[in-house]
């Protein structure tokens, strides 16, 4: 960075303002983070395509992804249905509260039903599934990689990419639909209950009138859209792990970047899957 | 991009014309950052034969290895395995080359999750399909008593000394016949004992197996026991390569320094 001030004559020191608030200063410091920030995001493209490339040609680690999808799925279910059962009572608590304040009451379970399935289930499981598996994949392979594990698969000829990366952005992907189901679920149960405690409604009633009006557009697309956040979580997971340097340090730094990073970037894919999904099935 | 079969027709043309290196190193270059690494070393090394790398600490010996089985490309220079430059191959097609060389890590880096017999199958999982599951496990109880490790199947890397992992890596390492063989520092950090045993056990195999292998190492006692011809790092260059009498009778002032506080 060039200071002015040091090649102007003595006189002229004093007039020419000091270099933090020079335009150019400014300019250059946040040149820093956003030309790190282009660089991260080039380098998760290079990554993304090295695993498609790998994920689409043979051998297929079938045996891997059987493993993947029991580690993501299943162990993520109990986590994944808890936290749908909280929201769909606090959902309950909250919508009887204002339903009832606006003379609404019998929207209610069209309220919690509709809730679930739009947002609050894909959302909630996007989200606790990046914190769950986003920071288990991150640190898995950040300290596979700087205890030269992963070297010593790609030198047994084995393609890192195909075994780590591909099957696992892969079951990221196929469970997040299947455990966003388990979250509606038990969040429709426990709404249901949160409501039954209150005011006595059979399940029956409960899911007929909250499913009136309600068709498969209403419930495929926010459901199908977590593959999206499925993928979001494996791949910068994988990405954040695979580029790890640094002992332990670096492991830990690979965890916490995997969670906060996908936790943002599903929230921030929400928000276009939302408006695509209000676009194309109105 | 070329196919594996053209890269072994290749390797078939090379070997025909009589190319007797199975590994050829020349004018490699490498940096990281500021710091060149590696000024444009060159060495060779021919079927059956052992060279050790010799060099102080941070003389880029693990690096060479690395860049001779692609693990980091270099700035230029190339690496010439039966005589396929492996500048510019893509992953699956330097696998095709992997699967002919075996690697010894410094640390072992031996798979955490696996256990020892699972770590050793690791390669015949993925490039003997053809194997039926005894024949597997025949194999992998073959090799681990090859390097005194047979009854030691069921444990996991994390409850098995240093030495023992460092068995278990030259297990794997050979787990595919390789013939070509890259240790890196395979004594380092083990007891003396134990480092004369490893010298013994890489001997035997170099002697049955017939391998061209490279071993780094700031071990002069070990790569004296176990090569047949030396070559000395200094700051990214080799400074004299020979047998370990050419060594000895070296004028060259590092080497009589390295000499003598070997």
């Known amino acids: 960075m060039i200071d002015r ?29 956003i030309s790190q920030f282009l660089e991260w995001f080039g380098d998760l493209g290079i990554f993304f395509w090295q695993v498609v490339r790998a994920a689409v040609t043979p051998p297929f680690e079938f045996r891997e992804l059987f493993r993947q999808l029991d580690e993501i ?21 909250e919508a009887r509260y204002s339903l009832t304040r606006f003379g609404a009451k019998s929207l209610l379970p069209a309220a919690i039903v509709f809730s679930i399935i739009h947002e609050t289930g894909p959302i909630i499981t996007g989200l606790v599934v990046s914190g769950r ?49 388990a979250a509606d679920l038990s969040g429709l149960v426990m709404g249901w209950v949160a409501q039954a405690v209150v005011e006595p409604l059979s399940f029956h009633q409960f899911i007929n009138s909250g499913f009136k009006g309600a068709d498969f557009s209403d419930f495929l697309p926010p459901t199908f859209k977590t593959m999206v956040f499925g993928l979001i979580i494996g791949l910068i997971a994988c990405f954040q792990g695979m580029r790890t340097q640094g002992g332990a340090a670096g492991v830990g730094r690979a965890a916490t970047s995997s969670v906060v990073l996908s936790s943002l970037f599903v929230i921030l894919a929400d928000v276009v899957l939302v408006k695509l999904i209000l676009i194309f099935f109105p | 991009m070329e196919t594996i079969d053209q890269i072994a027709m290749k390797q078939g043309e090379a070997e025909e014309v009589g190319s007797a290196a199975v590994i050829a190193v ?22 059956g034969e052992t060279l050790a790398v010799l060099g102080r600490s941070g003389t880029g010996k693990s690096v060479l290895l690395r860049l001779i089985i692609g693990l980091e490309k270099p700035d230029s220079g190339s690496v010439r395995i039966h005589g396929q430059d492996i500048a510019g191959l893509a992953l699956d097609q330097m696998g095709e080359i992997r699967k002919k060389m075996g690697f010894l890590f410094q640390h072992a880096a031996l798979y955490d999750s696996l256990t020892v017999e699972q770590n050793v199958a690791f390669p015949l999982q993925h490039h003997k399909k053809e194997m039926s599951k005894s024949e597997r496990d025949d194999r992998v109880r073959g090799l681990l008593a090859e390097v005194g490790m047979e009854g030691n199947l069921a444990k996991m890397p994390s409850d098995i000394s240093g030495g023992m992992q460092k068995r278990v890596g030259l297990a794997r390492a050979l787990a595919l016949e390789p013939d070509i ?19 013994d056990l890489v001997l035997k195999l170099q002697q049955e197996h017939h391998m061209a292998s490279i071993v780094v190492t700031h071990d002069l006692h070990s790569a004296k026991a176990i090569a047949d011809r030396l070559a000395l790092l200094n700051e990214g260059d080799v400074v004299i390569q020979g047998n370990f009498e050419e060594l000895q009778n070296s004028d060259i002032e590092f080497v009589r320094e390295f000499l003598k506080h070997s």
Do not use: H, W
């Open chain 1, 5 to 33: 001030r040091l090649s102007a004559p003595p006189d002229m020191a004093a007039v020419l303002p000091a270099p933090s608030t020079l335009p150019v200063s400014s300019v250059l410091s946040i040149k820093g983070p």
């Open chain 1, 73 to 93: 799925g299943s162990k993520s279910l109990p986590l994944v249905a808890l936290a749908g059962a909280a929201t769909g009572i606090v959902l309950s608590m």
């Open chain 1, 133 to 181: 598996v986003g920071a288990g994949i991150g640190a898995e392979l950040a300290s596979m990689k700087v205890t030269e594990q992963i070297d010593a698969i790609e030198a047994s000829a084995v393609n890192p990419y195909r075994l780590l990366a591909a099957t696992r952005i892969l079951a990221c992907i196929l469970m997040l639909p299947l455990l966003t189901l």
């Open chain 2, 26 to 47: 020349e004018g490699l270059r490498k940096s990281f950052g500021t710091q060149r690494v590696l000024n444009g070393i060159s060495l060779s090394v021919k079927r």
């Open chain 2, 181 to 199: 063989l890259l240790l890196d520092e395979p004594t380092a950090g083990l007891d003396p004992i134990s480092s004369a045993e490893i010298d």
